[in-house]
């Protein structure tokens, strides 16, 4: 891993400010009825994607995630223009519009989603580090899921097999306290989730989700015994989303005052800490900073709103059509 520097609390401070008014803009739009369906928002969860890919090797490995997706990509290199536009549902997204929230993807920039089946995501991530193993590409696959979704039967498949062929994943566990509106407790006997690693023979343990610097060097150590060989690893982000599961969710099953206590460690005010006390900026470098992110966050939103929608004559472009095949009986 790279050394952490001043350079990489800038960095952090600016990418996940982004993140979170990146969010903050998806709502706002989303109640005028310019995002639909379904709208899940990553605020809080920042420091979990900003550590990790200061671990990464972003040249090759690869990432996975469930439908909590719009910020990993921008992660990983994809233009958050496209982003927003493929959550406007426009022809300029990253899946010409016809994926929405749940399903972004990029295979230049190796995110592989974006998955709305809870746990769906999991036996796929174990997948794509098998096939990195067979063809000896070097690559290390990071797996992310919610707490919710260790409940699924895949999840301990791909526990077993993954231990079983060695194979170069990190699994993640972004254990926000609440499977949808259910928490842990109601859920698991076992609410130490990273424990459930144990039974596998698995490297496994906690990590504090809330400070990048935590992220950075617990992946750091996951990523690198992946990459040399020395199979997979179990992580459980200790962290919390600010935000409801969607954007219908009322939020009954938690007090205000318990978000509040969980603002009093909000990551991006971690890092904004550290950058005041070591004098990494000054006032106005921040300000700057700050008037960059809102920028770009309204490049964003011009360019998903003057985009066009795709042509009716695209949904034909996304069905298979049976050809003549020598195999194939044609009728």
Known sequence: MEKITKATYLKWYEDMSFWRKFEDKLAAVYIQQKVRGFLHLYNGQEAVLAGALHAMDLTKDRMITAYRNHVQPIGMGVDPKKVMAELYGKVTGTSKGMGGSM?????EHRFYGGHGIVGGQIPLGAGMAFGDKYFGRDAVTLCYMGDGAVRQGSFHESMNLAMLWQLPVVFICENNGYAMGTSVARTSHTTEIWKLGLGYEMPCGPVDGMNPVTVAQ????????????????????????????SMSDAQH?????????????????????????????????IKSI?????????ECEKFAEESEYPPLSQLYDMVYEQKDFPFVENK
């Open 218 to 245: 617990e992946m750091s150590k996951a990523i690198d015994r992946a990459r040399s060989g020395g199979g997979p690893t179990f992580l459980e982000m200790k962290t919390y989303r600010y935000r409801g599961h």
């Open 253 to 285: 099953y938690r007090t205000k005052e318990e978000v509040e206590e969980y603002k009093k460690i909000d990551p991006i005010t971690q890092v904004l800490d550290i950058i005041k006390e070591n004098k990494y900026a000054t006032e106005e470098e």
């Open 103 to 107: 399903h972004i993807f990029s295979k």
């Open 290 to 298: 700050d008037k960059k992110v809102k920028s770009l966050v309204a």
